[in-house]
Structures are given as structure tokens and as C-alpha cells.
């Protein structure tokens, strides 16, 4: 039988990717946006593992965590955090959680995180040992395919021609598809560094990967969100 997860983010870009994802990886998700939906459900259908998110509005992610241990549950929890201090994440942790995972984040690395937890509790893990790939290791999101070993991109059937840090930075993008990368983070994992805030670097290769991807009367795949950074989503 599925693991039954009960998913609280009250983003909901990102809820709805992780829930997708979750799915497609074998579990029972049950997803909700807020600390007190997650109770409620908590209460309802005790699942078999937790993903919460700390920042939610009304009850958020540790008092929910704090509530369901002073109540005995030992149901393990994943939180879900965009808190990087030390400290942040000790108080997640003294709070109940048994693991975290700091935004943006890959999702493999929430699958792995997940069965590391069912492991560790006994849980038996119906789950792959892997997340589920196309034939010779390709990856698959809003109607784009790509190869990471041959370094090649299509749309649909027609194969996309990209330089090699286009490549990257959509791999990167599809990679996280649903989940809003900040400029920062995007900096650091295709250049290394941090241009600072005056540049127009990252925007220059969006703009050029919008114009090899986009397709007359097609949707646009790659979204600006203000302020942030982007977005890998079919709208």
C-alpha cells in the first residue's frame, strides 16, 4: 500500500508541484495550505509521514509540530524551510521535526529525505529507491525533455539548440519546475557567484532562452516573478 503524506504549504505554486511530484512517486498525498488544515487532517487521517512548511499564516509549520508531539505523535515530519540560519533550523528541530529540507530545494532530495525518515522508523517504504525517469535518464516538465548526459533539449518533437550555460540554467528550471528559484540561488548554482543586485545577467539569459523555446500561438514556459526570481510552469 502507499504511504499516506499529508503536505502543508501554503504556496501554492509549490504546493501543487510537490503534490504532483509526491503522486508520481507513489504516495497518498493529501495537501492543505495552512497549519490549521493540517491539524484538522492530522487529527482525521493520522498519515504516515508529515511535510510541513514553517512559514504559514495562522498556526505555521513548528506549532503544528509542537502541538502533534505534545499530543505523543510520533509520525515523522519533514520540514520544509526558507530560514537558513543555524538557529532556525535548531528551533525546528527542538520542536519536533526529525528533518528538514531549506528552499528552493530539488525534489529529489525531499524523496530521499522521505524514505531516510520511513528507514528510520520502521516504516516499510513502498516507494522506488529512486524518482521515476524516462528511458537513459532523461527528465521530463511542461512539455519539455531533456538528456543531461547528451546535453540536448526538445519541445515537444523539435529539438531546441542551446549554449552551455542556457542549457544549465534550464536544467536547473525544469529540475524545480513549479518551485520559484530566487536570483541568488540561481547565481550560485550556474555562475558560481552573485553578480549583485545592478545586474542583467540572469534576466539576459532568460530572455534568450524564452526566444528558442517559445513558440508562436505556445504557452510561455519560463515566468517572471517579480521581485523573486522564476518560475518553470505550463499556465
Not at 535548531?90 to 530539488?106: M, Q, R
Not at 550560485?188 to 532562452?209: C, H, T
Amino acid at each position: 500500500m502507499p504511504q499516506n503524506l499529508l503536505l502543508a504549504e501554503d504556496d501554492r505554486a509549490i504546493r501543487h508541484a510537490l503534490e504532483r511530484a509526491l503522486t508520481l512517486e507513489g504516495y497518498a498525498v493529501t495537501a492543505v495550505a495552512d497549519g490549521v488544515e493540517a491539524l484538522a487532517q492530522a487529527h482525521r487521517t493520522p498519515p504516515d509521514v508529515l511535510v510541513l512548511d514553517v512559514m504559514m499564516p495562522g498556526i505555521d509549520g513548528l506549532q503544528v509540530c509542537r502541538v502533534l508531539r505534545a499530543e505523543g505523535n510520533r509520525t515523522p515530519i519533514l520540514m520544509l524551510t526558507a530560514l537558513v540560519e543555524t538557529a532556525d533550523r535548531i528551533a525546528g528541530l527542538d520542536a519536533g521535526a526529525d528533518d528538514y529540507v531549506v528552499k528552493p530545494f530539488d525534489v529529489e532530495e525531499v524523496f530521499a529525505r522521505l524514505r531516510a525518515l520511513l528507514r528510520r522508523t520502521g516504516a516499510p517504504v513502498d516507494v522506488p529507491s529512486e524518482p521515476p525517469r524516462m528511458p537513459d535518464g532523461q527528465i521530463a516538465a511542461a512539455g519539455l525533455r531533456i538528456d543531461p548526459q547528451a546535453r540536448r533539449v526538445w519541445r515537444g518533437p523539435h529539438e531546441v539548440e542551446l549554449t552551455r550555460t542556457e542549457f544549465d540554467l534550464l536544467e536547473l528550471l525544469v529540475r524545480n519546475a513549479g518551485i520559484v528559484l530566487d536570483h541568488t540561488t540561481i547565481y550560485d548554482r550556474i555562475w558560481g557567484y552573485d553578480f549583485g543586485p545592478g545586474s542583467k545577467n540572469l534576466a539576459v539569459y532568460v530572455g534568450y532562452l524564452r526566444r528558442k523555446l517559445d513558440e508562436p500561438g505556445a504557452t510561455s514556459l519560463i515566468h517572471t516573478v517579480r521581485g523573486v526570481g522564476y518560475v518553470l510552469r505550463e499556465d
